[in-house]
């Protein structure tokens, strides 16, 4: 089993930034691909960013690349989404995933899912 907790969200301004982390424990990740998700209100869970957690295979949505950044500290067995310049359509929770296949993880199947972290964006 793997246990994800996010934190980070809150409330902030377009143009401002965010960093989400996601505190991993349980199995040893080596072999596990992270990811990022995100649901607005009304809307299905969207891809946002993953990565493996041997640090390559980085991927981002076309609507967050270049702004957002995936990343991983693996002694403090944590990924971060580096949130700049958030615009007002970003508002939603977010969610951390882990999966140990990358296509499903990518695909919104991952194995493991966090309770989420909501970020407000306001205009």
């Known amino acids: 089993q793997v246990q994800l907790a996010d934190s980070g969200g809150g409330l902030v301004q377009a143009g401002d930034s965010l960093r989400l982390s996601c505190a991993a424990s349980g199995r040893t990740l080596r072999s596990y691909t992270m990811a990022w998700f995100r649901q607005a209100p009304g809307k299905g869970r969207e891809f946002v960013a993953a990565?493996?957690?041997?640090?390559?295979?980085?991927k981002h949505a076309d609507s967050v690349k270049g702004r957002f950044t995936i990343s991983r500290d693996s002694a403090k067995n944590t990924v971060y989404l580096q949130m700049n310049d958030l615009k007002v359509e970003d508002t939603a929770v977010y969610y951390c995933a882990a999966g140990l296949s990358s296509t499903t993880v990518v695909a919104g199947r991952p194995d493991y899912w966090g309770q989420g972290t909501q970020v407000t964006v306001s205009a």
């Open positions: 990565l493996r957690w041997s640090g390559d295979g980085a």
